[in-house]
């Protein structure tokens, strides 16, 4: 059996076409021609007013923290499983991070932890729909209304999943989507930053270009600024796996169907999936292992299987453990599945046949 890798894109001959146009045409008169198609056809797609394609999702994120006004005494409530760029991009403005529990159906934030944190010092909430799948947008847009906060969306790895009729990334004041090489749709590196709002819009995007208004002269810049504007390549890629996204989505829910149907009626494994009305992505399929009925700890089933040449990953260790945090706060859920958690391979091209190779291997440790 060949190595089984823990994502991977599915890329067609209409990405490479569309790139290799871009490499051959992009420059000169066309030096902006990919990256405004594809910020208007992620405005189209998403169904919001304004779209800035950014270089990742972490500078997408900075942005939003950085636009809707964060400063050192603010506080934002975020949660504590997630990829460390959810925090330092807080961080970045001086704001402080406050990190809360997760929802263990889902591992994303939980709106009842949010309403536990509230101070008066409170400016945001920073939710992230974990490993595609969607948090609970409603409770979560109420409790921001209720006490007039703000909402950013880590969206990173939800692309095309969906709250109800909306799309994740378009439900709070913002909204950011990876494309990086491991997420479900991908352009090796590249971001977008989403918004309704005029006034975020008009801070993000003087930020994302140096500052620059060429108010005084050419090249002048206003204020402090950063070099965050997507290029046309990564644009023409990530353009084309916009447009296929539906067709992503169906195969990453086909994967986690094939894992479903085999943890089945496997008391020792539980799946994390959706909630009723809502459709999540599946990028990263994830379990919790009983760690009470398993011979051996999600750690060393991971080094094993790898052995195998299944390559899986642990559930994130909790953000606030990190040493430029160091709060050492217990939130239980989130240190539960960093200890007892897989997330399980899941790359476009992984066969059913693989996939039963991978799970005979894992229940065979457990």
Request: hydrophobic content about 40%; overall charge negative; aromatic content about 10%.
């Amino acid at each position: 059996m060949k190595d089984i890798p823990f994502a991977g894109p599915w890329i067609t001959d209409v990405e490479i076409k569309y790139v290799t146009e871009a490499a051959t045409y992009g420059h000169y008169e066309n030096c902006m021609k990919y990256i405004l198609q594809f910020e208007k056809e992620a405005k189209e797609y998403f169904g919001v007013k304004y779209a800035i394609g950014t270089h990742c999702a972490t500078h997408a994120l900075h942005l939003a923290c950085a636009a809707i006004g964060l400063k050192e005494g603010d506080e934002v409530i975020t949660t504590d499983h997630s990829w460390i760029a959810t925090a330092y991009t807080v961080t970045y403005t001086g704001a402080k991070c406050v990190f809360v529990d997760i929802d263990p159906k889902t591992l994303c934030i939980d709106p009842s932890a949010i309403k536990n944190a509230i101070t008066d010092k409170t400016k945001a909430i920073m939710l992230v729909h974990n490993f595609g799948i969607p948090a609970d947008m409603d409770e979560i847009m109420e409790i921001a209304k209720t006490h007039n906060l703000k909402v950013i969306e880590d969206a990173a790895p939800a692309m095309g999943a969906k709250y109800k009729s909306k799309l994740c990334g378009s439900i709070g004041d913002v909204g950011c989507i990876s494309f990086h090489g491991a997420k479900i749709a991908i352009s090796g590196e590249g971001g977008l930053f989403l918004t309704n709002d005029d006034e975020i819009y008009k801070n993000a995007i003087l930020l994302s270009d140096m500052g620059r208004t060429d108010s005084v002269a050419p090249f002048w810049s206003d204020v402090l600024g950063y070099e965050y504007r997507i290029g046309n390549l990564p644009a023409a890629m990530a353009t084309i796996q916009m447009r296929r996204i539906n067709e992503l989505v169906d195969n990453k829910r086909k994967i986690y169907s094939w894992y479903e149907k085999r943890f089945n009626g496997v008391d020792k494994v539980i799946m994390v999936k959706e909630k009723p009305g809502t459709i999540a992505n599946y990028t990263y399929p994830s379990i919790w292992i009983d760690r009470a009925k398993s011979n051996s700890s999600a750690i060393n089933i991971i080094k094993s299987l790898k052995e195998k040449g299944i390559h899986c990953r642990p559930g994130f260790p909790p953000m606030n453990f990190f040493p430029v945090y160091d709060v050492n706060v217990l939130n239980k859920v989130a240190y539960d599945f960093f200890s007892n958690g897989i997330v399980l391979p899941a790359p476009h091209n992984i066969t059913e046949s693989e996939v039963d190779y991978v799970v005979e291997n894992l229940l065979e440790l457990i």
